[in-house]
């Protein structure tokens, strides 16, 4: 069995020092007027090469861009496509962070590229392999709005997946080993179960040689754990903060599929007791029958300071190590 | 029975009152002893000059745009978290994370227990009040977001945290009140986030407003508002203050369903655009709110705090909501609006 840490999408893109802050800066004086489109490109890229580096100096196996170019999980996929409009400000989940409402006012075509020159630029400048992540169709249509009420939920969700299957198949072609699919709506939502699976099979049939991963986070996966298990996606990557049941439900159900254990908490400073954490990701990983499973955080780690987020990745190499019996 | 208190309480307000709703942008100067300060090239003291200077001119400013109840404009906060943590015992600063597109603030860590201590405002209050013959509204951020806004590293849960700082807040509200504040504003955008933690919020809220002799509003924005109304209503305030615009009026369909049964403080201006509404929209909101809630509950406000805008657009927009309030006020009884029998239920 092969153990990875995993970044598990975003990465602060603001830190404490000047080089950290400056794409805040740049995009400040962008809308001042005072700098350029082409500015503002480069200092993202200038972030992202931070967002690699410390993941590098963490020793994490796989990383992401850190979803520096993304003003948020919406409306960075969704605004780019046809027949959808962003409108105002929403709560992202139970966080303080507010992204853009998808305003769908038509078909949902795609009619350019969504993130993949994104992954290429990073995954070109880094020693480690790069994971894309995605948002999902579901999550994508469960925070939109319809303008005249004529989209049916199914349709929005398909729709959305026809565009996302197709960045897939962009992704998978342009070298990505790992792509993950991210689901936060989906937990919450029991009774559209067989509704994302179908939406998921989508995607899942244009990945090409890639591995996809399901991410599901930010609610308790545990009563919908055994239904995830029938996805078409390789490997599941689990919140376990709103789970106190889900390590016991792995135990007893075990898994077909990879498992991300994402058991420290992307959304609080406080480090985890490395020795029960580890206890309890041995006793799971008994009962996976995939030959590779993977360590990573709860949810992003854009919701932590960056001084705390580099803490956080830190950790989770040490658990690593702890778990795989080698000295930290 | 809001009216009826706020007169219990002698405070004479006119139909649709206009407020702001808490924080207002820093003046250019404000923000040049900000910078100054933090290059350690002026003193505490002349800091504390320039938010003074800051605090009375948007004061004359709220006065000469004719708002009904005054704000300091929180001149001297950083953040509505933060800067209660920076004078609370038990947190910890902590770094910066984002809230939305190139927005940051500081969250910070609770490290040790929460003790009440000094009054944080309740200086700042009465300066602003002397100033003005309009009340001026304290406002203080609530116990439930302070706790869901930082991070927790010393309660064994959030409700123990929040509880622990529903006490601070109260002990804040009372200097407030004994200072002779009589409309207290206590901010809780973060309630609509967890609708399975609404209990505790208004058990929260109770601990903070309950027998103190003040009209208390509170204001929620940005959330899954379908999923707390109307149990929000139990919350220990008399005043709901809404972010109507952002949200395109989007509640207004559940105050049909459930009558809102409190005065509401209602959002006729986007606080997150640079686009400066017009009276016309502005009243075009307010006229369409009215036509389910009732005239005399009705307060009428940007849908949130404007810090994110600039001066000028902040003003233009006050200006907005002033001029949307006069305008329907000036139909008095004439314009046809709901009492609380012609609901359907």
Known sequence: MELLTLTHSGYPRIGDSADEQALRRTIAQHDRGERTDADVRAAENQLVLLALEDQQKAGIDILTDGQI???DPVSHLAGKLQGVHTNGLLRFFDTNFYFRQPLVRGRIEQTQPLIVEEFQWAAHRSIQPVKPVVTGPYTLASLSICDNGSANKDGLIMGYAQALAAEVARL???????????????????????LAREALGLIASRKGQAELALAVYFADAASVYVELQAFPVQ????????SPELPHVIEKEGSTKAIGFGVLDG???????????ARSIERMLARVEAERSYLTTSCSLEYLPRDRARLKLRHLTSLKKSILGEAP | MSRSKLSELRVDLPLLPTTA?????????????????ARGNISHEELREAERAAVKWWIRKQEELGLDVLVDGEMYRSDMVAYFAEHLSGFEGGGLVRSYG?????????????????PITVEWWSYAQGLTARPVKGVLTGPYTLMDWSFNEFYPSRREACLALAAAVRQEAEGLIG?????????????????????????AMKIVTSDLPAYFITHICYGDFESIYPKMLDLGVDNFDLEMSNSRAGLLPLFRKTPFTKDISYGVVDVHSHLVEGPAVAEERLRHGLEVLPLQNVWVDPDCGLKTRTVEEAIAKLKSVVQAAKALRGYGGQISTPTRSSFSP
Not at chain 2, 102 to 118: A, F, L, T
Not at chain 2, 179 to 203: F, M, N, T, Y
């Open chain 1, 69 to 71: 170019r993304w003003n």
């Open chain 1, 172 to 194: 998978a072609s342009s070298g990505a080993k790992l792509i993950q699919v991210d689901e936060p709506a989906l937990p919450r939502h029991p009774r559209d179960m067989a």
């Open chain 1, 235 to 242: 490997t599941l990557v689990l919140d376990f903060t709103y």
């Open chain 1, 267 to 277: 959304r609080n400073t406080r480090l985890e007791d490395h020795a029960s954490t």
């Open chain 2, 21 to 37: 709703v808490g924080s207002l942008p820093k003046p250019e100067a404000l923000l040049k002893a900000r910078a100054d300060f």
């Open chain 2, 102 to 118: 190139n927005r940051y603030y500081h969250k910070p860590i609770i490290v040790g227990e929460v003790i009440p201590g000094d």
């Open chain 2, 179 to 203: 200072a002779g504040c009589k409309i207290v504003q206590i901010d809780e955008p973060a309630i609509s986030a967890r609708p399975e933690e609404l209990a505790l919020a208004i058990e």
